[in-house]
């Protein structure tokens, strides 16, 4: 992404984690889509937390999306 828009930044976290839960409950966790979706929306939250590091924002908005990427993983092992 070009600029920080906090709010961008997290629609398209929250959309490629969509993309990632739905390939992985029709592919299984370990397909090759699934783990390139996975391996993006890894990009997306680094990308999102560097931006967040140089621009003083909010806590919340790095609370939300943090709480919503640990959200997953408990999934994920079950």
Do not use: H
Not at 15 to 23: F, G, L, P, S, W
Not at 31 to 43: A, F, G, H, P
Not at 50 to 58: D, K, L, N, S, T
């Amino acid at each position: 992404m070009d600029s920080y828009n906090p709010s961008e930044m997290l629609n398209a976290i929250k959309v490629k984690r969509a993309m990632m839960i739905n390939c992985a409950n029709k592919k299984g966790f370990t397909s090759e889509e699934t783990i390139k979706y996975s391996q993006e929306l890894d990009v997306l939250i680094n990308e999102y937390q560097r931006a967040a590091q140089q621009f003083p924002r909010p806590n919340e908005e790095v609370k939300f999306a943090f709480n919503q990427m640990v959200m997953i993983w408990p999934k994920v092992f079950v």
